[in-house]
Every structure is written in C-alpha cells, then in structure tokens.
C-alpha cells in the first residue's frame, strides 16, 4: 500500500520529465535502469555474479536493429525478437557456466560474453565496427509514429515499468524465495530437494531476457546498434550500478544507474563547474575520464560502501528509534 | 614444402607467433593461479599490471636512459612493490568477504590504472625496439626464426620453470602451499602468514610485469595492451583449473599453439578458439584439464 | 502499524532520492537554442589511432579559420564545439544528436574515421543540417550513403584507388593482396582499389582484415606473405599504416613485396622516415609545400602545432571559412539555403582552385598522386613529397556512369 504511493510519486515525476528535459537522455536512463534491475535480480537475488550481461544487452539491440533495418519488420515484434534472441543466448550461456559455482561461474560468463563479442565483431550482417546505423523508429503496431521522441519515451517507459514491475513480482513470488534461499545458502537449498542447477538456469534466462529488452528498446530509441554494448566494459558498467545503487534491494539498481549514466554524460560539465569554482585546471579535463572516476567509485564503494546508496539509506533508517505515542 | 597446402615457413612462423602467446598466457595465468591459490582473490588488474610493465620498460628507455636488460629487472620488481602496496592498503579488507569483491576491487583498479595511462599517453602505441643483442633473425634453413621471438619463449619458460620449482620442491613452497590448505594452522607453527600472502601477491604481480617487459618490443606498448589479453586468460584458467603450476604453463602454452594453427588453418575462427575451447572442456570436465574442484 | 510506517519511509526515501539524483545528474544547465550563436561543432579522434593526421591539429586549424574570419558572422559570435568520439560510431551519433537538439548546432564537421562519418551523416541529415565530412574517407558518403546534406571535403577512397591504385599497377605491380582495416573505411578502400586494379589488368590474390588500431600486424603480414603477391595493399591509416610498415620491415617481407600504402598523411612518412618510405606512391588533395599560399598558411600553423599540417587540417580550415563566408552572404544559417549556396559557389583558397560541391556532395577539385622523395633529394624538414601527377578532380573522383548517389542521376 505504501509502496505504492511511493512509486506513484516517481511515475508521475517520470511522466512528466520529457517536459523539462532532454527525451532521449530520459530514454537512455530508463533503459539502463532497466538493465540495472535485470542485472540484479540475478545478482542481489541470487547471488550469480556474471560478468556477462552486455551479451544480452548489446545481443538483442542487435536482433532488434537488423530486425527493423534490414528485414522491415515492425517495432513489437523487432522487440519481441531482440528479448527472445537475449534469452536464447542466455540459455547457452547458462548451460555452460551454472557447472561451475562461485568465481568460476565469473569467469566463464565473461570468457563467453568475449566470444560473443568477437562473433558481433567479425559477422558481417552485424556492421562490425561500424554497427548498424541509422535505425528507423518504424510505428508502434502500425499507429504510432515513433520518430517523435516525446511518443518514443512513452512507450520507453510504459516498457521500464513492465519490465520493472515483472522483476517485483518475481522477487516476491515463490520462486523469488527459492532464489533468495540459495543465495543464502546454497547447501541447505538443496538438501530441502530443490533442483538449484535449474531455478539459477531459470533466474539467468529470465535476467538475460529482461536485459535483452532492455537493449532493445535503447538501441531503437538511440537508433543505433554498436559494438560498444557487447564489450566487456558494458558488462562492468552495470556491475557497478547495482553495486553503487545497492545490492539486493529493489529499487537500487535505478539509483545506480542514474547516477552512472548521469555522471558518464555530465562528468564534462562537472569538471568544468569543479574548475571554475576551485581554481584547480586539471578537473577540465575530468571530461575525459570517465573511466577513472568510475574506477574510483568502484573501489571506493567496494571497501566502504558495499551495500551501496539505498542499501545504506535502508541500513540507516532501521537504526533510527521509532517513537510510538504510549 | 607444403603441409596441407601450407607453405612450411608460413606454418612454422605462425606456430612460433603462437608459442610467443602461449608463454604470456602462461605467465599470466600462472601469476593468477598463484595469487588465487593463497588470497583467494581473482585478480582482474593483472592486464593492467602487465600494461605496467611494459610501460615501465618504454619509460625506463625514454625517461632514464635505461636499457631493456635493466628495465627486465627493474620493472617486475616496480610492478610488484605497486602490487604490494594495493594489498596491503586495499586487498587485505576484503579476504573474509565473498570472492566477487576481490573481483569487483581489482576490476576499479584495473580501470584507474588504464584511464590514467589513456590520458597521458593516448591510445596509440609508443614504439619500443628490440635490443640489439636479440635483433635480427636466424636462418634454420626450413624457417627464419626472428631472434627476440625465440628468446621470448626460452625467457618465459625458464621464469615459469623456476617458479614451479620453487613453489613445489622447496621449503618457501612448502609453508605456501600449506598456508593455502590451512592457514591459522600454519601461523600457529610460527610462520608469518600475512606477510607471505603480501609477498606471494607481489610475487604473481611481478610474472605480469615481467611479461609486460617482454613484449614491449613486441607489442605495441599502449595502455589497453591489458584488457583483451587478460579475458583470454581467464578462460586459459578455466580450462587448466587452477589446481596445478604445472597445469597453468603446460594449458598456456599449449592454447598459445592451438591459437597459432587456427591462425594458419581457419584465420576467423583465431580469436575465439580459446573460449571454444574453454566450453568444451566445461562440457566434458568441468573441473578443468588440472583442476580440483574447491 | 510501526513496521508499514518504517516500510513507508524506507521505499519513499529511496525513490525520492532516485528522482532527486536522476534530476540532479541530468538537468545541471539546460542549454537554448542558439540564437545569438553561431555553433560549429567539430568530433573526430582525439586521443587514438588517428588523433596525428586530424585531432586536436585539426581543431586548431578550426580555431585559426573563425580567428581569421573574425570571430563573429552577422553580428553573431562564433563558437566552436569539440568531442573525441574516440573510433566509435555511437559516441559520435550519440554527440551530434545532443548537439544539434540541446545546443543548436548548425553546422557539424566530421573528423576521422568513415564509420563515424556515416553516422554522424544519418544523424545530420535527420536533423536536416549541414554536414561537411572531412577525416572519413569513405565513398558511400556520396554514393550509396549520399544526403541533401553531406559534403564530402577532402579526398575519398575513390580517389585514392584511382591515383596510387592506378599509377602502382601501370609501374608493374600486377599482383595484389590487401591488408585492411576491418571496418568501413578499409572495405571502401579495398573495393575501390580491388575495382581498379582489375579494370587496369591487374589480379586480387585474398585480403586479410585487421582489427583497428591492432597491436601486432606479425601474423597478418605472414598470411600476406604466404599469398606470394607482388604488392601488399595496405587499405589502413593513420596508426595502422605505420605499424604495419614497421612490421613490414621488421619481418622483411619488403623483400618478397613491394607495399602500397593507399592511404598516408605527411604525419605518417614523418613518423616512418624517409628510410622506411622512400618511393612508395601515395595520392592526396593538398601539400604544404605546393606554392606560396599553402606554405604561407602552413606556416602559421607550424607556428602552432610545431608540425607541418597534414591535407586534413587544411581542409579543416578551409572547409570552416568556405562556411561562414556562406552565411555570410545569405545571411542566414538556415542549412537548405546555405546548402544551395555551397553547390553554386566555386572554392578558391588556399587548399583547393576552382573547386565545386557537386549534386552527390563531393567537393571536386584536383587531386594528386605524389611520391615520397629519397633521402637524397630532401633538402629541408618536412620536405618528403614531390608531385608526380595533378588528377583533376572529374577523373579523381566517382564518375556520373559509376555513381550509386540517387541525387546524382
């Protein structure tokens, strides 16, 4: 009851974002976030670490931007194609590296996410280092125009909260709490007799094809589909949103994800603003370097922050008292 | 003379391109064999720390004036007091908590590290030349062997050899191998424990810097030398399992070989051989070629 | 009714902070169309494989052209945009779409690399805004790729094939097998020059793809080797073309084959030296040392940049005041009109006499096939190139009976 209105509140304030701000920068954070989210229901609610995901991200923006290029088809079903192709890509991988536990299960996701990467490099319906540019918006079942951008972010982000509000409900059904009981302890799940090879093969499909959608949807909006989000860097990125937003927690993810898309966008204007205001010429060139801000925030939120942003706004507020009128 | 309608220098040539490759996934994978089997830590930054290594020769020539053959001393030994220091400042929280922190740790290193060399130096390579003693090649009469090449591979052999000999047949490799299995027991005898595991992390970082020393005048020395190569060795790792020393060289090695076939036979299929490999070998032994399962 | 008030707080908060980040991060200072600003917005390679030949040289250039036009255009103060799109495709369309939609952007100029050109072109033409495509080589750009409004400046893979491919065929060299770049540029290039070797009589023996900005060409040049052709074809640039030529000496497959460096700025032979360099063809559409007006320019820029400028930072410069001078005498920035101004008006500067924009958007005008002088027969710095032959731009270039640009029919 009370979540809902909280989230109510964010709904409204993303319906009318578009109004204040730049569209397509809107449409990017919703992707990413939902990216974020997928990333974490195998990662916060699971316990997988995969080192992988840009696979299913960079994969299905593939699929989707050949599907609406090149074969013509229309927007849902280049969609519905990229999210399969995520999960289709998810179930091999998963195969393969749900033999392993702990930080091999890692390394195989991101030895295989490498392999993919350089399949998307060589192949040549996918465009190699050129990708695939210049990808039409095409219309939402044959009504909607979609060049427009204020259309286009609707329909983005009536598709975040789909996807959003399938990751919520997952994590609180039954199966979700089979996920969390494994994460928690792995042995005891199976000596309760759960098959756990299949609820984490179940849970790493499930997160690659949310992911794909995710992808999808971003290569659509920005219109083109490129190596960059099959690279392992991709993969890195969204570990550290959900680390920085806050691990197991729901609406972390999207924190993290605002602020690294955020900073990623706006680390130019930031240093810009921190040169001026300090006197110190060197935050000019802050702009391009974005990989070592990243790299700061990462190893400073591993060794002191691990339960990231919301993980630590949740930790603190449980330690306030609660005074309760007698 | 042709082998499979393969001139037999072109064959040979590739095979001793892929032999160069083969010792730097040893030596790496063995550096990470290493650190993993004492720390328990994934080590991510190991290509950055090889990237290191190399830069270091290249500035050791340009800033300095000093030679490849003090910069093989001197920059394994620069790489490996840096990684000290990260263990002792960094690393050293993190070894009670899951394995993925180390990871994710490293991982933020690795991209410090490679973004403040991208942003002095560019992404382009800085040139570096083979020393003149090593230059030139050698006429074997069926190939011509390029000399700095072929000192490559007997360098990184030795430096693994030597290392698996210290590590199994010595009393140091001894308290190593037994501070892996079991820790509080051997601090119990005396043994410093901490310190060997700084030393020991310091030691794997110094095999990546001194693979990064040699392929200087190899490769191009640029700051994402680290990164592609690094993810080929993990999936060398997880094909040998990290069980065994002897496991890591004899799997780099032999991947480096395989990668130099598929070169020759099928060029397109060359940089995804090794994960090709890595997922048939996950299918049929999952542990690893070497590995024990942990 | 504590826990659902503790819960409350938990969830409001944190999406609270959700939306206050999320418009904090993104809405710092929200940028106005321009309307006291003309914004001429420059992305190329700043910081990798091809940053020497264009890069911050070629923003220099930019700087030197509004300078000398005086800072400002009908009453307007000119400002100049940069970004590094870093070789890839989607930061560079990712950048021009924000500029042209948040900063009012009219005109954009495309550095190097022909996979972001062709991005970057599809972003301008949606927008329908000028775009004069400088550093990317590739012909698509006014063939299959061509839009109302791209111009392509300075040379293009066509050109390039019809100069070095023909003049090293004609001298002997039948047999080719390419090393290439594997992306756009590098398959143009190999097309292009593949095409005319074949017309003059010539035969393709295989190529072999590299990866961009690769860091051993050593098993690459091998396959090369085994293919046991008279010429490699070395369909790269900047970085690349030096590397592969250091490697090219360093294994001695100079011995066994003659190379055919198909694209090389004067950074390149500067870099390689004339050791490595000496007799190798090469075609482009400008040279320092050509006469008076470009050394007098190229002057002013090794004033600067401490290096001779290269046939791209040229093009930069003159591409920039050939823009202004437009709006300056339509008096306006509006891109269809300056877009008819630029095909009407013949280019008569310092890089390029009598030239014009064609209906396909290639900027006609001569291009020459040089060669890089011996040791000997360098007298000076930077004195590497003696002109063998001027091409004039109709030949040079995509002919109408070979033109895919539907524009152009």
């Known amino acids: 009851m009370n979540k809902k209105i909280a989230y109510s509140i964010l709904l409204v304030a993303l319906l009318v974002a578009p109004f204040g701000m730049y569209p397509v920068l809107l449409m990017k954070l919703l992707c990413f976030a939902l990216f974020a989210c997928a990333f974490n229901l195998l990662l916060g609610f699971t316990g997988l670490l995969s080192f992988g995901h840009a696979a299913f991200f960079g994969g299905a923006g593939y699929v989707a931007g050949y599907a609406i290029q090149t074969l013509g088809l229309s927007f849902e079903v280049s969609i519905v194609l990229g999210v399969v192709a995520a999960a289709l890509i998810g179930l091999l991988m998963g195969l393969l590296a749900v033999r392993r536990q702990g930080i091999y299960f890692t390394m195989i996701t991101l030895a295989l996410a490498q392999m993919f990467y350089f399949v998307c490099l060589q192949a040549p319906i996918t465009g190699g280092e050129d990708g695939l540019q210049g990808l039409p918006r095409g219309k939402l079942f044959g009504l909607l125009d979609l060049s427009n951008d204020l259309s286009m972010y609707y329909v983005v982000l009536a598709l975040a909260v789909a996807g959003f ?39 790493f499909v499930l997160s690659a094809a949310l992911a794909g959608l995710a992808g999808a949807v971003k290569t659509t909006a920005l219109g083109l589909a490129s190596l960059t989000d099959v690279e392992w860097t991709m993969s890195g990125l969204v570990i550290l949103m959900t680390l920085v937003g806050g691990l197991g927690t729901i609406s972390g993810p999207i924190v993290g994800a605002v602020l690294v898309i955020g900073l990623e966008n706006r680390l130019g204007d930031i240093g810009e603003w921190l040169a ?35 993980g630590e706004a949740v930790a603190w507020l449980a330690k306030k008292p609660i005074r309760k009128p007698s | 003379m042709e082998i499979f309608g393969i001139p037999l ?16 996934y040893a030596m790496l994978s063995l550096g990470l064999a290493v650190i993993f089997g004492l720390l328990n830590v994934i080590n991510f930054a190991h290509g950055a720390l090889y990237m290191m290594g190399a830069f270091f020769a290249w500035m050791g020539l340009t800033y300095f004036g000093l030679g490849y053959w003090e910069m093989l001393l001197l920059g394994p030994l620069v790489v490996g007091l840096f990684g000290i220091i990260i263990e002792r400042t960094m690393l050293r929280w993190l070894y009670k908590l899951d394995h993925l922190y180390g990871l994710l740790l490293t991982f933020g290193i690795t991209l410090i590290v490679e973004g403040v060399f991208r942003s002095i130096y560019g992404v382009s390579g800085q040139p570096y030349s083979v020393p003149d003693a090593l230059a030139g090649a050698t006429d074997l009469g069926f190939m011509i062997l390029p000399n700095y090449r072929a000192w490559v591979v007997f360098a ?36 410093n424990v901490p310190l060997m595991v700084t030393l020991t992390y310091g030691f794997g970082v110094a095999l990546a810097g001194f693979a990064g020393v040699l392929a200087a005048p190899v490769i191009q020395v640029s700051p994402l030398m680290g990164s592609n190569l690094i993810i080929v060795v993990f999936a060398v790792v997880v094909i040998g399992g990290m069980g065994s020393i002897m496991g890591s060289i ?16 099928y060029p397109q299929a060359s940089a995804t051989v090794v994960f090709i490999v890595m997922a048939i070998v996950l299918l049929i032994r999952p542990a690893g070629l070497f590995g024990k399962e942990k | 009714m ?72 009908n009453g307007k103060k000119i400002e100049l945009l940069t970004a590094d799109h870093q070789n890839k495709a989607d930061i560079a369309s990712n950048r021009a779409r924000e500029w042209f939609d948040q900063q009012g952007v009219s005109l954009l100029i495309g550095g190097t690399n022909s996979g972001t050109n062709l991005s970057m072109a599809k972003v301008a033409a ?92 050593s098993s690459f040049l091998l396959q090369a080797q085994a293919s046991k052709a008279q010429i490699l074809g070395l369909a790269n640039a900047g970085g690349d073309t030096v590397n592969s030529i250091k490697a090219a000496n360093e294994f001695g497959i100079t011995k066994t084959m003659k190379l055919a460096g198909l694209l090389m700025f004067i950074n390149d032979v500067h870099a390689l030296t004339l050791n490595l360099t000496h007799g190798m063809y090469l075609t482009d559409g400008w040279y320092w040392d050509q006469n008076e007006e470009t050394r007098k320019w190229a002057r002013r820029y090794f004033d ?8 791209l930072q040229a093009a930069d410069y003159s591409a920039t005041t050939q823009y202004l001078m437009a709006v300056k005498a339509t008096g306006t920035d509006d891109p269809d009109k300056i877009m008819a101004y630029l095909k009407k008006t013949k280019i008569n500067d310092m890089f390029a006499k009598n030239g014009y924009v064609r209906a396909d958007g290639s900027m006609i005008h001569e291009m020459y096939l040089m060669q890089v002088k011996e040791q000997s027969e360098s007298k000076y710095p930077w004195d590497y190139y003696k002109v063998v032959q001027a091409i004039p731009g109709e030949q040079a270039f995509t002919t109408k009976a070979e033109t895919k640009c539907s524009l152009w029919k």
């Open chain 3, 126 to 217: 949606e927008k329908k805004k000028p775009y004069i495509a400088i550093g990317g080589g590739t012909a698509r750009l006014t063939n299959e790729d061509c839009t109302p409004y791209t111009i392509h400046y300075a040379y293009d893979t066509v050109a390039l094939a019809k100069g070095t491919g023909s003049a090293v065929v004609k001298q002997g060299g039948k047999s080719w097998f390419f090393l290439t770049a594997d992306y756009a540029f590098g398959a143009s290039l190999e097309s292009d020059t593949a095409r005319v070797v074949k017309a003059e009589g010539g035969t393709v023996l295989g190529d072999v793809k590299h990866p961009l900005s690769a860091s051993d060409f």
């Open chain 2, 250 to 265: 004899v799997t780099g090695l032999g991947l480096g070989v395989i990668e130099g076939l598929t070169r020759v036979f």
């Open chain 2, 156 to 191: 990184s052999l030795a430096v693994c050899l030597a290392t698996w000999f210290v590590i199994e047949k010595t009393k140091l490799g001894a308290y190593l191998r037994a501070g892996t299995e079991n820790p509080k027991l051997v601090e119990a005898f005396g043994i």
């Open chain 3, 304 to 311: 600067k940049m401490k290096k001779m400028p290269s046939s």
């Open chain 3, 2 to 73: 504590k826990r659902k008030t503790m819960k409350f707080g938990h969830k409001a908060i944190s999406l609270a902070v959700a939306a206050a980040l999320g418009f904090t991060a993104c809405g710092v200072a929200q940028a106005q169309m321009s309307g006291s600003e003309v914004k001429i917005g420059f992305i190329t390679d700043l910081s990798g494989v091809y940053s020497d030949i264009d890069g911050q040289g070629g923003v220099e250039a930019i700087k030197m052209a509004i300078a000398d036009f005086g800072g400002s255009v």
């Open chain 1, 165 to 203: 509000a399938l990751i919520v409900r997952t994590v609180h059904s039954p199966f979700g709490q089979v996920l969390k009981a494994i994460k928690e302890n792995e042995p005891r799940a199976i000596s309760l007799g759960y098959d756990v090879d299949k609820y984490k093969l179940l849970a």
């Open chain 1, 276 to 310: 001026n205001t300090t006197s110190v010429e060197w935050f000019r060139t802050l702009g391009d370097s974005v990989s070592i801000v990243i790299g700061f925030i990462f190893v400073i939120c591993v060794l002191l922050f691990r339960r990231g942003i919301v």
């Open chain 2, 9 to 24: 220098q072109a064959l040979l040539s590739q095979l001793l391109l892929g032999l160069v490759n083969g010792s730097f």
